[in-house]
């Protein structure tokens, strides 16, 4: 049996950051299955004197429910617990993880009544399937409960995994205008290739890192594919499992274009298979690329949510599903040739979205022109400051700009970002970032743009 080891996280600073402030609400830990936030809790847990960890979903801990189903106040609960679980819940000392808490609806509930009765002690609560649970929540504690959001691995975290620490910190200062040395950026896309095919996922970053072949991590992602498709069972509608897959699987074989319905099942209606996404987005396992006209900001302003293109979570994950052939990613520079682009597409937006600060999400956009005899794309826009900058990422070190060109002219925007297999660079009013560096584009600081 593998023996999982920490791997160490962006939000571990955010947490202990929380851990020290005077003031501090219930932490409410958020995103999908295996991406390592129980882990995160329970390292976090290596800072107090005590840990007390109940997890709603062990049969073991059927009568906690009880004592949830019971009560809402926090110093009652708190005496309860400590009782059951042998352990001290002390304010200050004491950190309670309550994991799984998608199956405990009262606890949910109860977590607003621990800012306002006991806001001195610490309180971590995750789940999985949150979203479904948060439904049947009529007061969910807007205002007294912190929400904070995980994703698998980015590359800035596989990277300090695999022991690179030190070329990570020489990434997060480069930029267009100082690029990497030759050496550091072939390193960095080194890596960057092996991250492209293992993905993020814990279990697997974990293997790798301790020496996992390729082939190994094949294995892990194909049990975690399937943990997914028993997840899908839970959900709480009338829609089948069967159709869930169905969709799941369309949406990553449509990946890089605009999502359509009649392509994910010949037997389910429009509205069937809108549920469906739904569900998968809700789930954490799908995210959403919405049409915008950028136009100004903010960009949520002008979206067409009829027009949306789809992420699967994970590269991982992604090529496990189509078997793409791992022998041409690892020797082919120009991964173009890897399913039209897709996977350097979503590798990109995935990135972006898991820059974001851990107490928010990012919402990821496109503009795409639909004129006969005139189409023009744009892969992402982004906002950088006040800005509206337009990001197309290319799978190699060529390819055509147009598309760009078009939306700067047409927008009378100063710049945009070409995202590519080529170091750091810029060419006329194009910043170039490199693949592998996807993430420092929309959370970055910026002033080198003038």
């Not at 072939?186 to 279990?203: H, R």
């Not at 690329?289 to 590269?315: C, F, M, Q, W």
Request: hydrophobic share 40%; charged share 25%; aromatic share 12%.
């Amino acid at each position: 049996m593998q023996i999982i080891r920490y791997l160490k996280r962006m939000i571990d600073k955010d947490l202990i950051k929380w851990k020290n402030a005077a003031s501090h609400k219930p932490v409410l830990l958020r995103g999908a299955r295996q991406v390592g936030k129980s882990s995160t809790v329970r390292e976090l847990g290596k800072q107090f004197e005590y840990f007390a960890e109940v997890n709603f979903e062990k049969k073991e801990n059927e009568a906690v429910k009880v004592i949830f189903e019971r009560s809402s106040s926090p110093h009652t609960l708190c005496n309860e617990l400590s009782a059951f679980l042998g352990v001290p819940i002390v304010a200050g000392r004491t950190l309670l993880f309550l994991d799984e808490i998608q199956k405990c609806i009262p606890a949910i509930s109860s977590l607003r009544f621990f800012y306002e009765e006991m806001p001195d002690l610490h309180v971590v609560a995750a789940g999985s399937l949150l979203e479904f649970a948060l439904e049947e929540v009529p007061s969910f504690g807007v205002g007294r409960i912190s929400s904070k959001f995980m994703y698998p691995l980015s590359f800035d975290e596989f990277m300090r995994v695999m022991g690179f620490t030190a070329l990570a910190e020489q990434l997060s200062v480069a930029s267009p205008n100082e690029p990497f040395s030759d050496v550091l950026h072939l390193k960095c896309k080194e890596l960057f290739l092996n991250f492209l095919l293992i993905g993020g996922m814990p279990e697997v970053v974990s293997k790798f890192s301790q020496g996992g072949s390729f082939l190994d991590c094949q294995d892990i992602l194909e049990e975690l594919t399937h943990t997914f498709y028993d997840d899908f069972a839970k959900y709480k509608t009338r829609i089948k499992t069967s159709l869930l897959r169905e969709v799941f699987g369309s949406i990553i074989e449509q990946t890089g274009d605009k999502f359509t319905y009649s392509k994910a099942s010949s037997n389910a209606v429009h509205a069937q298979i809108k549920e469906s996404v739904d569900l998968l987005e809700r789930a954490g396992l799908v995210y959403p690329v919405t049409h915008t006209s950028a136009n100004g900001l903010p960009l949520s302003s002008e979206t067409n949510r009829k027009h949306r293109k789809y992420l699967i979570l994970d590269t991982g994950l992604y090529q496990r599903y189509l078997k793409l052939d791992l022998g041409r990613i690892l020797t082919v520079d120009n991964i173009f040739q890897v399913n039209k682009g897709a996977l350097a597409e979503l590798f990109a937006g995935l990135e972006l979205r898991k820059s974001a600060p851990s107490g928010s999400t990012t919402e990821l956009y496109y503009w795409q022109r639909e004129k006969q005899g005139s189409n023009a794309e744009v892969d992402y826009v982004v906002q950088q400051g006040e800005r509206i900058v337009p990001v197309e990422v290319k799978a190699g070190t060529k390819g055509s700009m147009q598309s760009m060109y078009s939306f700067l002219e047409e927008k009378k925007y100063a710049y945009g970002i070409r995202c590519s297999m080529e170091n750091f660079g810029i060419f006329r009013n194009i910043r170039i970032y490199p693949l592998y560096a996807a993430g420092k584009i929309a959370h970055n600081n910026n002033s080198m743009f003038g």
